[in-house]
């Protein structure tokens, strides 16, 4: 009996996963109405949940077709996805919208074992994936754009590392603070002069302009 259980939840992931890889709205829908578990999948590990591995691709159509599953909904309020993490770090604003339309980020750390989404704001990792739409919807989220774990950059600091005029203003808007520094004792002005060296400068100064504004 468990082994045949097994059997089956296993041919019906492979099913699905197929439909996500292919970005599969309709066979999506048609598995869910046939009684077929769109997720969580506990114990299979997130590259085995459907909603994790259709953000990681951006395949909007999948995500929204999963999202019509209360569970993978729960699943993602109840800080147990990555989901979200996915979105922002892989930079795919289209598929974030889609998820924002079903859940909040309503906490910027997720209980994640990967190492890359336990030590970043989901805000971070948007600024690193330099996608300005993707880091504007995060902050539209109301999150807490100062937020920064010891020894980490902060989002401004990526910015302006990245010499990213648009991504440091929409970030200064909503009031990311120039002053604040990191445990080494560096401000996001520091690391936009580290970078200096491989930017125009006419960039560098239009930077520099936009910071002394703000302080």
């Known amino acids: 009996g468990l082994v045949g259980s097994e059997m089956c939840i296993s041919d019906s992931l492979c099913v699905l996963l197929d439909a996500v890889h292919l970005n599969d709205e309709d066979s999506i829908d048609v598995l869910r109405t046939r009684g077929v578990r769109l997720g969580p999948f506990t114990g299979w590990g997130d590259d085995y949940e459907p909603i994790a591995g259709a953000c990681r691709l951006g395949h909007t159509a999948a995500a929204r077709a999963i999202l019509r599953d209360p569970s993978v909904v729960q699943h993602i309020v109840g800080r147990k996805s990555d989901a979200i993490s996915w979105c922002c770090i892989e930079g795919h604003a289209e598929t974030l919208m889609a998820l924002l339309e079903s859940v909040h980020i309503s906490h910027t750390h997720s209980n994640s074992t990967d190492s890359r989404f336990g030590i970043l704001t989901q805000l971070q990792l948007a600024v690193v994936a330099k996608d300005l739409k993707t880091v504007e919807l995060v902050l539209e ?75």
């Open 141 to 215: 989220q109301g999150v807490d754009v100062n937020e920064c774990q010891a020894g980490r950059k902060s989002a401004l600091a990526i910015a302006a590392s990245n010499h990213s005029y648009e991504m440091c203003s929409a970030l200064l808007a909503r009031g990311a603070s120039v002053r604040a520094s990191n445990a080494d004792g560096l401000t996001a002005m520091q690391y936009l002069l580290r970078a200096s060296k491989d930017e125009a400068s006419a960039d560098t100064a239009a930077l520099v302009q936009l910071f002394l504004t703000e302080r």
